[in-house]
């Protein structure tokens, strides 16, 4: 089996002069994830690495540069999943580590649990090892500065939802400047398909907000049988479709990764007026990235080739070894 990888950089608004640094990280953590799977390495390595140096780098909404929730805090949802078991780890409004898609395989590892959240996450991260870092480390000039021109009353997404508030054009547009997150999709030479998925979630969400990121199904899925997938987009949304599963659940009537994914993403904008994009290998190595919203950086390897592109129907190609 040909190894492939695909990563995604969140389907949230990027600035003119975001965009470059968003380009290049998707792609840097694709080549890293690539080199492992190259190695022999497998699915599960390669997606914890490409969503690790995205969580490293504060372009992205997780981990380092995740957005603040309305109190001003760095609250972080993460997801595992092996394609081989149904093995999946995940972590929810976790605080003051690095990286929450660690702790999320360490979940899936170590606990007979799915998902751990909050301070029973954290407890559980010191407990393994996992070095503490203060929350100010994973805030960055821009999280901040967003968070304040967020906080006018209103603006928060769950709470429009909560409140039943009726959904318009304004809504969808308040919400794309507001996601944000990175994944991860892999097939190993074994065959073996992994998704990960890790974010800050959605600005100015309330304290305690879980998205659709740390939920089976929704914020990652990856069986052998079928493929791969992983989500960004309003999380409240890609909740109510189990999007991922849903994904899988076409593959398995005999859709391409693409028409699922397409199928899939039009549902939920047209029946929970919902936003987003997805990644999505399948288990003969057939690989999309595609999106409602207006960008999502990604970047995939196959067979020594990298691909990437921002906005919709672009796609370049290299070779990895001009890079
Ligand atoms: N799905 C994430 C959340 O709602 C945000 C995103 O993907 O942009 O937490």
């Not at 967020?150 to 919400?175: C, D, I």
């Not at 196959?302 to 370049?316: A, R, T």
Request: glycine fraction near 12%; charge should be negative.
């Amino acid at each position: 089996m040909l190894p492939v990888i695909v990563v995604h950089g969140g389907a949230g608004l990027v600035g003119a002069e975001r965009l470059e640094g968003s380009c290049r990280g998707v792609q840097e953590a694709a080549l890293a994830a690539y080199r492992i799977l190259q190695q022999g390495g497998s699915a599960l390595d390669a997606v914890e690495e490409a969503v690790v140096k995205m969580e490293d780098n504060p372009m992205y909404n997780a981990g380092c540069g995740s957005v603040l929730n309305e109190l001003g805090e760095v609250e972080m949802d993460a997801i595992i999943m092996d394609g081989k078991t149904l093995a999946s780890g995940a972590v929810s409004a976790v605080r003051g580590i690095a990286n929450p898609i660690k702790l999320s395989r360490l979940v899936m590892e170590k606990t007979q649990h799915l998902c751990l959240t909050a301070e029973g996450a954290s407890r559980f991260a010191k407990a393994m090892g996992v070095p503490e870092v203060e929350e100010e480390s994973l805030k960055t000039d821009y999280s901040r500065k967003r968070w304040v021109e967020n906080l006018a009353p209103g603006s928060n997404p769950v709470e429009s939802q909560m409140y039943g508030k009726s959904v318009s054009v304004s809504f969808l547009n308040q919400n794309r400047g507001k996601m944000g997150t990175v994944g991860a999709v892999a097939i190993d030479s074994q065959g073996n398909v992994a998704s990960a998925t890790s974010t800050g979630g959605m600005l100015n969400k309330m304290a305690g907000r879980v998205g659709d990121t740390p939920c089976v199904g929704c914020g990652a899925y990856a069986d052998n049988l079928f493929g791969a997938a992983s989500p960004t987009g309003h999380g409240e949304a890609i909740m109510k479709v189990t999007l991922c599963r849903l994904i899988l659940f076409h593959m398995e009537q005999g859709m391409s990764p693409e028409k699922a994914a397409d199928t899939a993403l039009e549902y939920m904008k047209t029946r929970v007026q919902g936003i987003g994009g997805v990644i999505v290998v399948n288990s003969s190595g057939d690989w999309v990235a595609r999106f409602t919203s207006e960008k999502m950086p990604w970047a995939a390897v196959k067979n020594d080739q990298l691909h990437y592109g921002f906005y919709k129907g672009e796609s370049f190609t290299l070779p990895v070894s001009s890079i």
